[in-house]
Structures are given as structure tokens and as C-alpha cells.
């Protein structure tokens, strides 16, 4: 009769446990110095691609907010105002949203104070007005366009938080869906927008027969 195999129940020794957690440190060391290099090389792209993400929300952000207070002037028949404030929120650049519209339909309460909010402000970070900056995008027509900056409306908004009105540079929607931002015969409205000092650029033209916006990137 076989007797059955035997099995070794020797512990290892001292000397190969020390070789099996050098071998298992050795390749940790390996694992954490390839994750390190492939960090440093990611970051960058990661970066970019992060602040790239976050521009086109902001950008689309106000576009959206642009159509909405054009709907609403053809929709109430009264006139919208969509205003944008440069502000720092925490160290960072910033802009404030918010639009008005008349009480009793006429462009004259803006001035008079008869309006009400109907685009609650809000706040988008890591961006800024930039009227310089939209210069060299492609198909932007700088030439036939007046500059938010240059608006002649404009509205004060006591934000919270905050002890005095702020400042609102905007845009004017009337009640058939036209911008009235344009001076003369200028076919456009053109907001220039930045991320910051060299880095991304957009810019949001208006049409000022029909108030619809277009997106220009980089």
C-alpha cells in the first residue's frame, strides 16, 4: 500500500521571507515611480482639458441666458435686459448673470426703476469680459459690431452678501425678439469672453435683427 505524499509544513525561513517583501517593496517602489512620471506627463493635458471644459459651460452658460431673456421679451411683449458684472469670488475672476424685464412694457423702466428680476443672478467662475481678445477667432465680424462695453444700458444689483449695488453692463431685448445694444447701422452685438491672461477665448455674437447668438472658439 502507498502511503500518501507528504506536504512540508516548514515555515520559511527568515531569509526567504526577507527576499519575497524585498522583491514585493522593489515593486512598489517600480509601480509608484511609472504612476508618478505618467502623472507629471498627464497633468498638463489634464489641466487644459479641464479649463477647456469649464470655458465652454461658461461660454454656453450665457448663451443660454441670452436666448432665455430673448424668449421671455417676445413672449411677455416687454423688454428684457440681460446684464453682465465682472467680479472676484474668492481670488477668482468672475462674472455675475442676471436680466430684468419691464413692468409696463416700455424701454423707459430701466432707467426709471420699474422692472423686476427674471433671471435670477448667477455667478460663473474663471471667466471674464475680454473685448480685445475675440480679435483674431475666425468668423467674428468685429467690424460690423458693437462691443458690450460700449452698451448704453445698464442696471445696479445688490447681490448677497454684498453691502452696495453692483454694476451691470447689458444687453437690451425688445419685445419682437431685436437687440437694441447697436449703434448706427451695426449689424451685431459682440460679447468677448477669456478664461484669463493667455488662455481660452470666445466670443458670443448677437444678431440684431433677430437677437440669435452665435459661439466663436478658439
Not at 512540508?8 to 526567504?16: G, K, Q, V
Not at 448663451?63 to 423688454?79: D, I
Amino acid at each position: 500500500m502507498n502511503s500518501p505524499a507528504m506536504v512540508s509544513s516548514r515555515p520559511p525561513t527568515s531569509a526567504r521571507l526577507h527576499r519575497q517583501r524585498a522583491v514585493t517593496i522593489m515593486e512598489l517602489l517600480l509601480v509608484i515611480a511609472i504612476i508618478s512620471t505618467l502623472a507629471g506627463v498627464a497633468m498638463p493635458a489634464v489641466s487644459g482639458l479641464m479649463r477647456g471644459q469649464n470655458m465652454t459651460r461658461n461660454v454656453f452658460s450665457i448663451r443660454g441666458a441670452l436666448e432665455e431673456a430673448r424668449v421671455t421679451a417676445m413672449s411677455q411683449n416687454t423688454f428684457v435686459w440681460l446684464g453682465l458684472c465682472e467680479k472676484t469670488v474668492d481670488g477668482v475672476p468672475s462674472l455675475v448673470i442676471t436680466a430684468l424685464s419691464s413692468r409696463s412694457g416700455q424701454s423707459t423702466d430701466l432707467q426709471a426703476g420699474n422692472t423686476r428680476v427674471v433671471i435670477k443672478p448667477t455667478t460663473l467662475r474663471n471667466i471674464t469680459i475680454d473685448a480685445d481678445g475675440v480679435a483674431g477667432l475666425p468668423g467674428v465680424d468685429r467690424q460690423n459690431s458693437t462691443a458690450l462695453n460700449q452698451s448704453q444700458y445698464a442696471f445696479e444689483v445688490k447681490l448677497p452678501g454684498q453691502s452696495g449695488a453692483s454694476t451691470f453692463k447689458a444687453v437690451e431685448f425688445k419685445p419682437n425678439g431685436e437687440v437694441g445694444l447697436c449703434t448706427g447701422a451695426l449689424r451685431y452685438v459682440l460679447i468677448g469672453l477669456s478664461s484669463g491672461p493667455n488662455q481660452e477665448v470666445a466670443g458670443i455674437q448677437l444678431a440684431r435683427l433677430n437677437g440669435h447668438a452665435e459661439v466663436f472658439r478658439q
